[in-house]
């Protein structure tokens, strides 16, 4: 696999994650916002208690986590269909 199919894949995976991983945060930040009926907690203030801070900086860590994973699983997928074998990463 030459350098070029390295260097597309790794533009295909990048632009894709980037759009997800907003696409992801919105999300999370509107879930807090229904469940606490809060806005998420910024974990610099002060005035936030710790266990708050922590709560969201699992939730948003979690949620962006698994939403990389489902996109760089779906992306190998797609690639492999379209171009015919397996992304440059595989191995």
Do not use: C, F
Not at 9 to 20: P, S
Not at 33 to 47: A, F
């Amino acid at each position: 696999m030459g350098p070029t199919q390295k260097l597309l894949w790794k533009l295909y995976v990048g632009v894709i994650g980037a759009v997800t991983t907003i696409a992801a945060q919105r999300l999370l930040k509107a879930g807090w916002k229904l469940v606490t009926g809060d806005e998420p907690p910024s974990p610099t203030d002060p005035d936030t208690p710790v266990i708050t801070a922590m709560t969201w900086a699992l939730a948003s860590g979690v949620g962006v986590g698994v939403t990389q994973l489902l996109t760089q699983r779906m992306a190998a997928r797609h690639w492999q269909k379209e171009i015919g074998n397996e992304n440059p990463n595989a191995s």
